[in-house]
C-alpha cells in the first residue's frame, strides 16, 4: 500500500507542475500526452514492484529484483514498437546521429568522473557476484529506455517548446524526466507520511541531465544504458 500511495504523490506532483507548465506555454502544450506520461509512469511502477506484491514471485532465491526489471523492460520495448511511439524515435537504435561521437566523449567522461569521485568517497562494503551482475546490467537496461526513452518521448510531446542550448534542444519534457528520475530514488509513502531525501534527489536527477544530453545529442539510448550502468557498479570494483 506504501508503494501505491507513493506513486499516487509521483503522479499528482508530475500532473499538477506539468499543468502549471501547461498553462504558462497554452500555445504549446498538449495535455493528452501528459496524462499518457502519468500513465507510463504508473505502469513502469506496478511492473517494478510486480504489482504491489500480487504478481507471484517467479526468482524466490533472488536478492535482487531482477524480476520486476524484466518486467518493465518488456512493457518499455512493447511500448516503444507501438505507432504511436516507434523504437527509432525513443531512441532505441544502435546508429547515432553524425559527427555526436566526437561531442559526447567528454561527456560521458565527466559522468563517469563524477561516479568515480562518489565512489572514492563513499566506498562500498564487498559486493556479491549477483549484485555486481545486476548493477552491470539491469538499472541501465530498465532505466534509460524508460527514462531517457519512451518518457522522455511523451513528455516531449506533451510540451512542445524548445531552447537550444550546449548544442542541443531541451523541452520542458527533458527537465521533467530528471525530475521523475529522482523522485522515484529519493520520494515515497512510509510511516504514515510522504519523505523525501534531498540528497539523493541531487546524486540521481542531476547526473540524469548528463544522461538526457547524451540521448539527445546522439539520439539514442545506447551511451546513457552505458554510462548509467557504469556509475551504479564503479563503486563495487574500487
Request: aromatic share 12%; net charge positive; with cysteine.
Amino acid at each position: 500500500m506504501n508503494g501505491l500511495i507513493g506513486l499516487c504523490g509521483t503522479l499528482v506532483l508530475l500532473v499538477g507542475l506539468g499543468g502549471l507548465i501547461g498553462a504558462a506555454t497554452r500555445k504549446r502544450f498538449f495535455p493528452r500526452w501528459l496524462l499518457i506520461a502519468a500513465l507510463l509512469v504508473a505502469i513502469n511502477d506496478a511492473l517494478l514492484t510486480r504489482g504491489y506484491g500480487m504478481l507471484p514471485d517467479l526468482l524466490p532465491g533472488a536478492d535482487w529484483n531482477w524480476q520486476g526489471k524484466i518486467l518493465a523492460l518488456a512493457s518499455t520495448l512493447g511500448i516503444a514498437a507501438l505507432p504511436a511511439f516507434g523504437w527509432s524515435s525513443v531512441g532505441l537504435r544502435l546508429a547515432r546521429e553524425p559527427g555526436s561521437l566526437k561531442a559526447s566523449i567528454p561527456v560521458a567522461l565527466l559522468y563517469c568522473a563524477f561516479f568515480v569521485g562518489l565512489a572514492l568517497a563513499f566506498p562500498g562494503s564487498r559486493a556479491s557476484g549477483e549484485e555486481i551482475a545486476f548493477q552491470l546490467t539491469m538499472p541501465g537496461l530498465e532505466e534509460e529506455p524508460f527514462y531517457r526513452g519512451i518518457l522522455l518521448f511523451a513528455l516531449d510531446r506533451a510540451f512542445a517548446g524548445r531552447v537550444r542550448f550546449l548544442g542541443v534542444d531541451w523541452g520542458w519534457g527533458a527537465v521533467l524526466s530528471c525530475l521523475l528520475f529522482g523522485l522515484a530514488h529519493a520520494f515515497g509513502f512510509s510511516g504514515g507520511h510522504f519523505v523525501f531525501d534531498p540528497v539523493t534527489m541531487g546524486l540521481t536527477a542531476l547526473p540524469s541531465f548528463i544522461a538526457v544530453w547524451l540521448r539527445l545529442r546522439t539520439g539514442s539510448v545506447l551511451l546513457p544504458i552505458l554510462m548509467h550502468n557504469f556509475g551504479n557498479s564503479i563503486s563495487l570494483m574500487i
